[in-house]
């Protein structure tokens, strides 16, 4: 059993999504396990591949394919040593209230509920359940919007209703860790929060932590999965979308009190991050909010 303090990791959903999935054919240096925690609970699908689950105190292996659920806050490292042939891995992270806070507290979804509860310990899942569920997983990532969420909460019912599956971390060890661990990403996420709209060197957000540039770069991108820029030009155009949709400002005026100060490279990080211009953006939302 691992005696090393788990490192926390910070999950950030795509643009305009409740929740994160992803699928990869191929291990990429990047994403070379380690040991880890996040809130998100994680729903992993191996179709076929080989490699090591970890999951709290929990150690075995697998040698074809694997559906596992994890609890939130629950520690594991990474699960595929390496792919067969067509082999690929989708993982989708989600907090338990990314449908509101009282949503799975209705009657209607008591089930799921327990399937969270039941899912701290983590949650192995039969061939069966594999067979049926695992293929929709995998579709999943050709949906968006709504019917993202519909096809997302058919799987968790029918991971609810599984008759059968075996919990992996039943030892009793007390695994769970609170977010306090989260202290450096804490200043970092407050930090850009505060300053967006002005520039922010890789010395000035490294300082604040108390790390070199080298280290602060490896450190923001094991646990965000991001680089340092692309989450700070991230954060600048979720703001300037609010400022599209609520603010009659020109769209130049917009760019710079995001925090960029070139408007050619706004609207090709815009588009490129909402799929549309600002332009087109903006006047989809005057539609959608019924305005003329």
Request: aromatic fraction near 14%; hydrophobic fraction near 40%; include cysteine.
């Amino acid at each position: 059993m691992r005696n090393t303090k788990p490192t926390f990791e910070k999950i950030i959903p795509e643009f305009g999504e409740s929740f994160l999935i992803k699928q990869h054919k191929e291990l990429a240096d990047s994403k070379l396990p380690f040991w880890h925690f996040h809130p998100e609970l994680e729903l992993v699908y191996v179709n076929k591949g080989k490699g090591k689950r970890h999951i709290g105190s929990h150690l075995s292996y697998f040698n074809n394919s694997q559906l596992i659920l994890i609890g939130a806050s629950l520690p594991h490292s990474g699960f595929t040593d390496r792919f067969t042939a067509n082999g690929k891995e989708t993982i989708i992270q989600f907090k338990q209230d990314f449908l509101g806070e009282l949503f799975f507290n209705i009657p209607e979804m008591k089930k799921v509920k327990n399937l969270f509860e039941k899912a701290k310990k983590g949650i192995l899942f039969n061939i069966e359940t594999k067979a049926s569920v695992g293929p929709k997983i995998e579709d999943l990532i050709n949906y968006q919007g709504i019917d993202r969420i519909l096809k997302f909460i058919e799987i968790l019912k029918e991971l609810a209703l599984a008759p059968n599956y075996t919990l992996l971390n039943v030892d009793g060890f007390a695994f769970e860790v609170e977010p306090q661990d989260n202290n450096k990403i804490d200043i970092i996420f407050g930090f850009v929060r505060k300053n967006f709209t002005q520039q922010i060197t890789l010395d000035e957000i490294s300082e604040k932590v108390s790390m070199t540039v080298p280290a602060f770069c490896r450190y923001f991108k094991k646990v965000t999965g991001k680089t340092f820029t692309q989450f700070v030009n991230e954060f600048r155009i979720v703001h300037a979308t609010k400022l599209l949709a609520e603010n009659p400002t020109s769209i130049t005026d917009i760019c710079f009190e995001s925090g960029f100060n070139n408007f050619s490279h706004f609207n090709k990080l815009f588009k490129k991050f909402t799929g549309k211009s600002p332009l087109k953006y903006r006047n989809e939302m005057k539609q959608l909010l019924g305005e003329k």
